[in-house]
């Protein structure tokens, strides 16, 4: 993931990555999703001593964070499509139906280029839904990390779980925003 100048514009709402071809996209949600449970086993690892249900129990933040970042970036882009498209459709059937005044065109209610960078920019920074989810489940998992049994001290464990929670949602969310990670689509 190398920083390639070519593959990103700076536009005046910030900096729009292109996105991935889907063949990297679908490897790299591959291995995001089984790096979550990876992740808990390098730390139950790190840790020392954990016992199975432990390491099981290591595993569950980790996807946590991959299916709630996603489930708050859909949410997300959702409520950036209607804030761009949804007022100016919306303006158009009221105008419609109070007024009786049609549109002239339907270029008048489409989004403009500029809009449509906007709106780009936004869903990609939306991404940060993963770091967002990262911050609670960090807490929480920290805590009940100090119930489990180890060879490494309460505070100690409770660092490691809390931190590689943080750097996975940050991780996720620098793979979304750079285009590594598919933009679900709700199927009709």
Known sequence: ??????????HSAGTLFKPQSVGVQFVVLLAVFVGGPGLGWVI????GGVSRNGQIALYIPYVAIFFLGYGLWSVRLKTIA???LGFGFFRAVLMTLVRRNKPDNIEEFLPTKETLETMAVQAQSAASSFVAMSLPVAAVSGLLALGLTSETSAPAQMAWVAGS???????LSRFARR????IMEEGG
Do not use: N, Q
Not at 44 to 47: G, R, T
Not at 165 to 171: K, R
């Open 44 to 47: 139950a690892e790190v840790l």
């Open 82 to 84: 209607f804030k761009h």
């Open 1 to 10: 993931m190398t920083e390639d100048i070519s593959k990103r514009v700076e």
């Open 165 to 171: 929670c943080m750097f996975w949602g940050w991780l």
């Open 179 to 182: 285009g590594y990670l598919p």
